[in-house]
């Protein structure tokens, strides 16, 4: 049975216990006790303690760093166990685990590196006087992460709110809760005070108790787009700063110039990779008219050839969603595209066949193909193995249909030609783009979207800029007084 942690201790709490279910085969993957009202409330309270405490609050940069490294190693030494912890709760293959594992001790590792060298500005005076700018924490982070990559999704949280001097009170989806609570664990061991992260568990309940609670001075939520609008709500009744990392539909495009052995390969990693769940997955896939039939037989029979099953297995492509409701949610959105006269389904469809596969929440890589982009499962995220195939003309027709969208989330764009590229790139709204390649990022850059696909950044100076706040300072360095009140 699985507790949760407030203000460094582990607890039962008087809420009910839930189940994470292995999504693989239906098992039980652990047994966690939910948190209640009152206990989101001792966990804010503890972190709005902590983080006042002189041991965390005047704690210089470079040991401030040194935990966040120290974190990074117990990840590294963690990394079996928490690849498969992951496995356990969300269905992730293990080698995308490894990868994730390793993103997560870089994110530690370079927030570190940013706590420590992070500088004050002094600006140029316009008078008799001496100004600075100096960076200070915002207090209490409630951090609110989705089911799809729970080991990256936590580390994104935790190390930029600790590198710039916060508490943290961490709620992981309750659909996969196992690795927010390592994490809590790590976080004890790395020597990082009792208080300053708190890892509560559980539903929608939980979440509306902690991004409500008057003394929460910030939000980071990671999650869907219907969800975002009532975090966004929550912070604005409280006027307080928050990051949404939210939903989005994102273009896929080939031009007929590209290299269409790369662009094949582009295309099925963009939407397939992680079965689909990633909010930057190329969902969109706009192919010009003159290459379109072509290209479209290629990337029909290679999505035909991905090798669905066990996330254990190596050679496994797409493995389950991460939950049973999950896939149900998505075989909806595979009903309405068979329903809508104006799409036409190419491949997949269905649930994959198989002993073992009929015991997991599995759905084969599936693509329609539409004529009308405003349909819904050519603009709604499915959050799923489902990519949409669609036609354009020239650039005037591409850049119309890619921003008719609430989303901005994310770009890729397959050609030869660079100048082509970059009128592409500057017409198209989104907060991330590839060109020639697809769904890869560093802790260096800054990552988030436009439109509805959220607001502020994560990654990079600027994503550790959002938990601070700024802080300016002018010293007088002359010998008179204020010349006022006006004399005559």
């Known amino acids: ?43 804010v309270r503890g972190a709005a303690h902590a983080v006042e405490n002189p041991a965390w609050r ?10 966040l490294n120290r974190f990074a190693d117990l990840i590294d030494r963690d990394r079996d166990m928490l690849v498969e912890l992951q496995t356990q709760d969300n269905g992730k293959t293990i080698t995308e685990g490894y990868q994730h594992v390793d993103g997560a001790a870089q994110k530690f590792r370079y927030c570190a590196a940013v706590c420590e060298t992070l500088e004050s500005t002094i600006m140029p005076p316009r ?45 992981s989806s309750e659909f996969t809760p196992l690795i927010g609570l390592e994490y ?53 009744e409280r006027i307080i700063p928050c990051i949404l990392e939210l939903g989005g539909k994102s273009p896929n495009i080939v031009f007929e110039d590209a290299n269409l052995d790369h662009a094949v390969a582009g295309m099925i990693y963009g939407i397939f990779s992680n079965a689909g769940q990633s909010c930057i997955a190329g969902s969109r896939i ?66 994959p066949a198989g002993s073992e596969l009929n015991k997991g929440a599995y759905v084969a890589p599936t693509l329609f193909e539409v004529t009308d982009h405003r349909c819904t499962i050519a603009q ?13 003309e020239d650039e005037a027709d591409l ?47 800054p990552m988030g979207g436009f439109k509805e696909s959220g607001i502020g950044r994560e990654n990079g100076i600027d994503g550790i800029l959002e938990y601070l706040q700024i802080k300016n300072t002018y010293w007088n360095l002359g010998d008179s007084p204020i010349p006022w009140p006006p004399k005559a």
């Open 58 to 67: 005047d704690m210089p940069a470079h040991k401030r760093a040194a935990l």
């Open 399 to 445: 850049v119309r249909v890619a921003n008719d969208t609430v989303f901005g989330l994310s770009l890729g764009v397959w050609t030869e030609d660079y100048r082509k590229a970059m009128r592409t790139v500057r017409a198209i709204k989104a907060g991330t783009v590839w060109v020639n390649t697809h769904k890869i990022g560093q802790p260096s850059v």
């Open 380 to 392: 709604e995220e499915i959050f799923g193995p489902v990519g949409v195939v669609m036609k354009f």
């Open 127 to 171: 008078g008799n006087y001496f100004v600075y700018k100096t960076y200070e924490p915002v207090g209490v982070v409630a951090a609110m992460t989705a089911f799809n990559s729970p080991i990256l999704h936590e580390a994104g949280k935790i190390a930029p709110a600790l590198a710039a001097g916060n508490a943290v009170v961490l709620k």
């Open 184 to 236: 809590g664990r790590l976080a004890l061991e790395a020597g990082i005070p009792a208080g300053i992260v708190n890892v509560v568990t559980g539903g929608t309940e939980v979440g509306a108790a902690l991004v409500n609670h008057s003394a929460i001075n910030m939000i980071a939520f990671t999650g869907g787009t219907r969800t975002g609008r009532i975090v966004g709500h929550a912070a604005a």
């Open 286 to 351: 706009m192919v010009q008219a003159s290459i379109y039939d072509e290209f479209v037989a290629r990337l029909v029979d290679a999505a035909r050839n991905l090798k669905v099953g066990s996330p254990r297995d190596p050679l496994t492509a797409v493995a389950p969603v991460a939950s049973f409701r999950q896939r149900d949610n998505i075989e909806a959105f595979i009903r309405q595209g068979k329903e809508d006269p104006t799409s036409r389904l190419l491949v997949g469809g269905q649930r």
């Open 1 to 43: 049975m699985k507790k949760f942690l407030v203000n460094g201790e582990w607890r039962c709490g008087k809420g009910e216990t839930f189940e994470s279910i292995n999504p693989a085969d239906g098992s039980i993957a652990g047994l966690v006790y939910s948190a209640t009202s009152e206990d989101v409330d001792d966990a």
